[in-house]
């Protein structure tokens, strides 16, 4: 495979994660529970929400599952 090969199929990739990302957020802005932590049950805010919507947790439940992948 060609490095222009790789480059291709590597943003193809990347596309495809991002359009799965929103089809999940649609999904959830559509549901009754979008707006609720799926750790906690927190109310995420509407910032956070405005942010990144596809966010499925609060800031803290966030930042205590992003230091556990550290481990």
């Avoid at 991002?18 to 999904?27: N, P, Q, V």
């Avoid at 802005?29 to 932590?37: L, T």
């Amino acid at each position: 495979m060609s490095s222009d090969d790789q480059i291709a199929a590597a943003e193809a990739h990347i596309a495809r994660a991002a359009a799965l990302k929103i089809e999940a957020a649609h999904r959830a802005v559509s549901s009754i529970g979008y707006r609720w932590c799926c750790d906690c049950g927190v109310e995420i805010s509407i910032e956070r929400r405005a942010a990144l919507p596809s966010a499925r947790r609060c800031i803290d439940c966030q930042e205590r599952h992003e230091r556990k992948k550290r481990f």
